[in-house]
């Protein structure tokens, strides 16, 4: 079998395989929205308040899905790109969803992107507020992109920032959120 892969590969050889693999994990070129934000995607729950019936429930209030393209790039996927984001959002039943994008531009110089998409202008009035209070954890300049839903917002975070302290934020956010 391995000689069968490495004869398949041809005069790309062991490392071209390898790479040839690599390429198509990421390749997005196929996908629809919804699919390239499914491909990396996670959801905050907390438990809720109990019912009248005494049961304590999950409550799903912050989704978070990891691509590597320019929020741009997503958005030009299709003339629906911000609709389908929101109708992700409501299959994943989350009130407010980020997709955090890692890419490197033209010059190779690594940028960190965030699109953040609420189920309404309460939500993300709090969230906007939130990211001043901690503005120094994750300093950020909005984005100016055609085609954003009203309850949209995209912003390209200054510094080098990992996902995983994006994800705290919005852990810590999902805390302040109510019901």
Known sequence: ???????????????????????????????KVADILRKDFKKWSRVGNQDAAGLRFMVSHIGMSSIGISISQLLAQGDTSAHEIKIFQQLEKVRLLAIVSGYYDSEKNFKREVLVSSESAEIMKNLLQFFNVNASQLPMKTLALAGLMEEMRAFEIDRFTSRKSVERLLEEFSSTLKG
Do not use: E, V
Request: glycine content about 12%; overall charge neutral; proline content about 0%.
């Open 1 to 31: 079998m391995a000689t069968l892969l490495l004869n398949g590969a041809g005069r790309f050889g062991c490392d071209g395989l390898y790479q040839i693999l690599r390429y198509k994990t990421y390749d997005i070129s196929d996908l």
